[in-house]
Structure formats: C-alpha cells, structure tokens
C-alpha cells in the first residue's frame, strides 16, 4: 500500500479522505495550493493546481457539448422520419380503391425513404383480388418464415425466396422483412413486406426495428380491407 512521504502509515488515500472532509484547509494554506505544480495532459508542461482544474472543466464541458449535439441531431433524424411515417401513412389513408394499397405503399415507401425496392406479397386476401401481383402464389415455406416472426428480419439476403419478388433481386445485398399480422380474430401473418438494397449495410442483425414494427403496424391495419369479410 502507498504511503505518504515522511509520515509512516499514512496513506494516499488517508491524505485525499483528509483534503475532501477538510475544505477550509486550502484557505489556511493558500500559498501551500499556489505552489503546487502539476504536468498538463495536452503537454509535458507544468501547470499550476488552478489551470489544470480549469482544464479539466473545459475538457468537461466539450465532452457535455458533444453529447447535446448528438442529442440534438438525433431528435432531428427522428422528427424526419416521423415526418416521413406521417406523410406515407396520409398517403394510403387516401387510397380509396383497395386493390391500389399495396402499390400505394410500395411507392411511398421508395418515396420517402429512399427504399431502393419493396414489394408486398398477401396469401390472405379476398378471392376477387386473385388476379392483382400482391396476391402471386407465395410457398409454404415463406408463410411459415413469416409467421415465426415476432420481429421484422434484417440481415443479409442468404437467397431469401421473398427476395424474387423484387424487381431487380440479384442486386439485392441486405434485406428487411416485415411480417403482416391480423390484429382481430388472431394473430397470425396474412402477408410479408419485404424491403431490398443493395447496400450490404443498410439493413443490419443489430439495428433497431422499432420503426420497422410502426411500419408494420400501419400496414396490416390498411391491408385488413383486402381480406375477406368474416
């Protein structure tokens, strides 16, 4: 254990309890506090007691500066895109024709978010919309990928079948999927969203899917109307 200079059994610790219950010793020894010379961390300069705390607080206060500031630009980023959500979500409020929501939806995801590809798949919807595309044939295997989803998917496109659904699916680097869940008289998928780029990075394992889930939730609610009336 260290042990302050001279006074045997006297610790470091011992001397910084002393200084931090003692506040008035620095008043009684002000030339003692004056004197003291400490080595700078922005050179090997010495620096008085008084400057190096100055720069410890300037150092305290930019760090509490750049932390406002990423606050600041994430509030900005996140009114945009609830901007955005509103303006997508006006848009399919005003789709009278119901056989339009899907492609009303794909194009102002593009729109809006700068989505390079979407595209929308419903193995649920009323016998009358058969021939429209979002109502192609989807396999087995993909209602079953869809409804093991309790999260949107993101990752990389590993030959995901949804994927050909895409215009230009060979492109397709990173892909987003969103299932698309009855919200009366159960719960299971009726549909999948599924969002391409071909940028490797834009839908990554460990990003959020908050905004995703919103989306979703936007989604099915519109898509209700193409189901079959029970």
């Known amino acids: 254990m260290n042990q302050a200079s001279g006074v045997q059994g006297i610790t470091e610790a011992d001397i910084a309890q002393y200084l931090a219950n003692t506040p008035g010793f620095f008043e009684r020894y002000a030339e003692l506090l004056a ?29 509490h500066e750049h932390k406002l500031m990423e606050m600041i630009r994430n509030s900005q980023e ?14 399919i409020l005003l789709t009278a024709n119901a056989a339009d929501l899907p492609r009303r939806m794909v194009e102002g ?14 193995w649920g919807a009323a016998g009358s919309f058969g021939g429209e595309e979002f109502a192609a044939s989807v396999s087995e295997d993909v209602k079953a990928f869809t409804g093991s989803l309790s999260l949107p998917y993101c990752g990389v496109n590993s030959g995901f079948e949804a994927v050909s659904w895409l215009d230009d699916a060979p ?8 299932p698309l869940r009855h919200w009366q008289g159960g719960d299971g ?13 834009r839908y990554s394992a460990d990003m959020g899917t908050e905004f995703l ?3 979703g939730e936007v989604a ?10 029970e």
């Not at 996140?78 to 848009?91: E, P």
């Not at 492109?171 to 969103?178: F, G, K, P, Y």
């Open 171 to 178: 492109t397709v680097a990173s892909v987003a999927m969103i």
């Open 220 to 229: 099915s609610a519109a898509l209700s109307r193409l189901l079959p009336v």
């Open 189 to 201: 998928a009726f549909g999948l969203l599924v969002l391409g780029s071909p940028d490797p990075t």
């Open 109 to 122: 995801l593009r729109h809006q978010f700068l989505i390079p590809q979407a595209a929308i798949r419903l």
């Open 78 to 91: 996140n009114v945009a895109i609830a901007d955005r959500l509103q303006r997508w979500t006006r848009a």
């Open 213 to 215: 889930t919103r989306i």
């Open 35 to 63: 004197s003291v010379q400490l080595t700078s961390p922005h050179g090997q300069r010495a620096v008085s007691l008084q400057e190096r705390q100055m720069e410890m607080l300037r150092d305290r206060i930019k760090g």
